[in-house]
């Protein structure tokens, strides 16, 4: 399969550049592009985005084959069948979550899921972009407990020939929830079990869920933008406000990451936000990773200062003065296990508030919630201190939001953050200003 043109692929840059910088669009394009075809994403779509949102599904699905990725799509559709029986006169029964199949049940579900998944394939086909129907033989199936509920499949392995087969050929697979046993009986199986069965063969970069929400919620019914597990996983699993809907989704995301490599992360996201949600650091949605520990350090001579000022420089593009780690004074630091995140607190000479010498991120841990894991725990760690940025930073956005106060000095900006008295503290303000680069 030839990839994208030239000019399709800085057509596309030029347009996400208008919601992000171009610098960040081309990293994620690089990063996708840098897997195998199969690899890049598995999407699951529900029957309630095809009934509602099916053109701006199909729409997000072409702009990312034009750009040479092509995700294996799946989708269900649970309010159509259910519509179906009981326009059948049949009635849904379901144990355990799982919809009971009968014989009748079976043949009208097959119906539904091919009518559905030639619905989605048409409408991405008008998009410009080839896709074809995956419905019987990629996915291997036996029966789950017949005698409990019927024709209910359990899938046992994927024919990843047949998915491979269909990239290369320049084309999108799109594959229905229906298995096929050793026997050649077709069973119905539930969508959220085909996607495991899907990622662990293929061991995707991206998993995507597409959904009206457009992700998990807060307690404030807002989106959690960002969800890093081995920090998070254990709080949000206890918190009381999430619900029991939430709860299972974030405990299969657990197990499906689980089974992944770390670079591979799940995101939550409408379908017209799926763009924005891939190919900028801010997202659209709620984005998960496996993500990474965070350690508290009191002591300098514990830090691979190597690898410490290796995030640094990478992280503001610029190279450190040969002293500026000899010279620190550190009060405290936190950082990630693989040092892609640090805080680097210290105490300057006569001042009673810490100070934030650096908070670095690497370009490749952006968007991935680590940065949020790290400011977390120096707010615990370190209620009160001070910070400087230029004022033409672009991390002053994050700043102002997660500060408590901000005032300009010169080219620089000084924030805080905690309880501070700014009369009893300018001197400080001014001092901090006046500190000498840390770069050459």
């Known amino acids: 399969m030839s990839g994208p043109s030239e000019t399709v692929r800085q057509t596309v840059v030029e347009l996400l550049s208008h919601v992000s910088g171009s610098k960040e669009v081309r990293t994620y394009l690089q990063r996708f592009a840098g897997v195998d075809a199969d690899r890049f994403a598995i999407i699951k779509i529900g029957g309630a985005i095809l009934e509602e949102q099916l053109e701006e599904t199909a729409a997000a699905l072409a702009f990312l084959h034009q750009v040479g990725l092509t995700p294996v799509v799946i989708h269900g559709g649970g309010p159509q069948l259910d519509r179906a029986m009981s326009e059948a006169g ?26 559905q998944n030639l619905k989605l394939v048409e409408a991405v086909r008008a998009k410009g972009v080839e896709a074809h129907t995956l419905n019987a033989g990629v996915i291997e199936a036996d029966y789950l407990d017949q005698e409990k509920f019927g024709l209910v499949g359990r899938a046992t392995g994927i024919q990843q020939n047949l998915i491979r087969s269909v990239i290369g050929s320049g084309a999108m697979p799109i594959l229905t929830c229906l298995g096929v046993t050793r026997g050649g009986q077709i069973v119905n199986i539930n969508g959220d079990a085909v996607v495991t069965a899907l990622v ?19 307690d404030k019914n807002e989106i959690i933008d960002t969800i890093n597990l081995t920090t998070d996983y254990e709080s949000l699993m206890q918190a009381d406000w999430l619900h ?8 299969e995301i657990y197990k499906l990451l689980d089974d992944l ?136 956005d994050f700043y102002y939001t997660h500060t408590d106060g901000a005032v300009r000095r010169g080219n620089w900006i000084v924030f805080w953050r905690g309880d501070i008295d700014l009369v009893s503290a300018a001197q400080t303000v001014d001092q901090i200003a006046s500190l000498p680069e840390s770069f050459l």
């Open 244 to 251: 029991s809907g939430m709860r299972l989704k974030l405990a």
């Open 261 to 396: 490599p770390l670079e591979s992360s799940v995101s939550i996201t409408k379908p017209q936000e799926l763009v924005r949600e891939l190919f900028t650091h801010g997202g659209s949605g709620t984005y998960v990773r496996q993500g990474e520990g965070v350690v508290d350090y009191a002591d300098k001579s514990a830090i691979q200062a190597d690898r410490l000022s290796g995030v640094i420089e990478e992280s503001f593009g610029r190279t450190l003065t040969p002293n500026w780690w000899d010279n620190l004074e550190m009060n405290a630091a936190i950082i990630s296990e693989q040092y892609r995140a640090a805080a680097i607190v210290s105490r300057l000479p006569g001042a009673e508030v810490p100070y934030l010498d650096k908070f670095a991120v690497a370009e490749s841990a952006r968007g991935e919630g680590l940065a949020k894991a790290v400011w977390q725990r120096l707010e615990q760690n370190v209620p009160r201190f001070f910070l400087r940025s230029r004022i033409n930073n672009s991390f002053n």
């Open 200 to 218: 662990h063969a293929l061991q995707p970069m991206k998993i995507i869920f597409l959904s009206g929400v457009g992700g998990l919620l807060n």
């Open 90 to 115: 049949l009635t849904p029964e379901k144990i355990d979550g799982l919809r009971v199949t009968t014989p009748e049940v079976l043949e009208v579900a097959r119906k539904v899921f091919l009518a």
